[in-house]
């Protein structure tokens, strides 16, 4: 079974720019969570989405959000980039994004804003 | 939502057992333990996960303890492949929705 796919795997952007990364997730999973991994930080979860619905929010300003189609992929966007956004950006997925279920995670793409 | 802390880091002599410990102290009663390990900034890789019970599989152990503030990850014969960061996680569902608290990690070494 192929696992999560993330795509670009790299990016560079400029500061006031926006950027959509994308995530599919494992063939059958309908859960999907976003994470943003800096080095001063560590791991923050951003957001999570469940049958096309965003089901529980971190701790990020408005200019991060995202959304989920009918086939469980799902988009993140982050709008007017900030420097501080440069992060390993990772998603992972669950069947049914119950409390035993495992999430995998994707390779992440690295986001590089200048 | 229950914090956890892991020590920053640690070694480990190569075929040796590594326990790597994880204090939940305010973890909640239908809250799960989860551990993952994140290789050179790969995409974190699941390891195990424990809610109440000791756990085994054919990575690693999980030992909980009973009162269930802090649990330990037993790698039995550590590789050089083992050396990563790994995350004790603690999650559970509250009102439908999920909580995801992830812990500073420990960075394993192990030594040839």
């Known amino acids: 079974k192929a696992g999560v796919t993330q795509t670009p795997r790299y990016l560079i952007k400029t500061r006031g720019q926006q950027v959509t990364l994308s995530c599919s997730p494992i063939s059958g999973h309908r859960s999907v969570s976003w994470y943003q991994q800096t080095p001063g930080q560590g791991l923050q979860f951003l957001f999570e989405?469940?049958?096309?619905?965003?089901?529980n929010k971190g701790n990020f300003p408005g200019r991060f959000s995202g959304r989920q189609f009918s086939n469980s992929r799902s988009e993140m966007n982050v709008s007017t980039l900030e420097l501080g956004d440069s992060a390993l950006y990772l998603c992972?997925?669950?069947?049914?994004?119950?409390?035993?279920?495992?999430?995998?995670f994707g390779p992440g793409t690295r986001l590089l804003v200048l | 939502d229950a914090k956890t802390t892991q020590p920053p880091s640690m070694d480990c002599a190569e075929g040796r057992a590594a326990n790597l410990p994880c204090n939940h102290s305010?973890?909640?009663?239908?809250?799960?333990v989860y551990w993952y390990r994140q290789i050179h900034s790969q995409g974190p890789q699941y390891i195990i996960h424990?809610?109440?019970n000791n756990e085994t599989n054919e990575m690693a152990s999980l030992i909980i303890t009973e009162d269930r503030k802090s649990s330990t990850l037993i790698l039995p014969h550590a590789t050089l492949r083992d050396t990563a960061v790994y995350y004790c996680i603690v999650r559970a569902y509250s009102g439908g929705y999920q909580k995801v608290t992830f812990g500073t990690g420990t960075k394993l070494q192990v030594i040839p």
């Open positions: 424990g809610l109440k």
């Open positions: 992972a997925s669950s069947g049914r994004g119950g409390d035993e279920e495992t999430q995998y």
């Open positions: 305010t973890i909640s009663g239908n809250e799960y």
């Open positions: 989405y469940f049958s096309e619905t965003q089901r």
